[in-house]
């Protein structure tokens, strides 16, 4: 073979290494991208999810503190009956917005914690104290939440 044909075959060699490489190099940018934008969208969904927790929590509050300014003297009182109400459909929405953002490990238990809210603001505590009576449905949504929240926490290094 020729200068010029040994010239042509390693400028040849040249371009489809250099185009190999330069796709190589898409390819890697590419994926790194996915990876971060996906990270990204699981970083949101999770924070959408901890503000509707805490929203689920703060109306399970009210709820807990309406019920105690009727229990244990029952009186029958419109004012408390209308934000009785009031607060148990937003307990209830709160809840079904739950259902629908998060895995039934975490629906579930909120659903039976707004249950026991529930029965705590119309019937009350029983012979209890309140905090005894919400004591094992709060815990287990507690847990379940912060189970679920850390299982989708973006660690250092740890992939998605």
């Excluded at 975490?106 to 914690?113: D, L, M, N, R």
């Excluded at 104290?129 to 850390?150: I, K, M, Q």
Aim: positive net charge; aromatic residues 8%.
């Amino acid at each position: 073979m020729g200068t010029q044909a040994w010239t042509s075959a390693i400028a040849l060699i040249g371009v489809t290494v250099g185009g190999a490489l330069s796709f190589a190099a898409q390819w890697v940018s590419h994926r790194a991208q996915d990876r971060q934008h996906h990270a990204t969208r699981q970083e949101a969904r999770r924070n959408e999810r901890l503000s509707y927790l805490v929203t689920f929590l703060e109306i399970a509050q009210e709820a807990e503190r309406t019920a105690m300014e009727q229990h244990p003297v029952r009186t029958d009182d419109d004012e408390w009956r209308r934000r009785a109400e009031a607060v148990q459909d937003r307990l209830w929405a709160a809840q079904k917005t739950l259902h629908m953002l998060c895995q039934p490990t975490v629906a579930q238990p909120a659903h039976a914690f707004a249950q026991t809210v529930n029965h705590l603001l119309w019937h009350g505590p029983g012979a209890q104290p309140v905090r005894d009576f919400l004591h094992p449905t709060r815990n287990a949504f507690l847990d379940a939440a912060r189970s679920d929240l850390e299982r989708h926490a973006r660690w250092p290094g740890r992939s998605h």
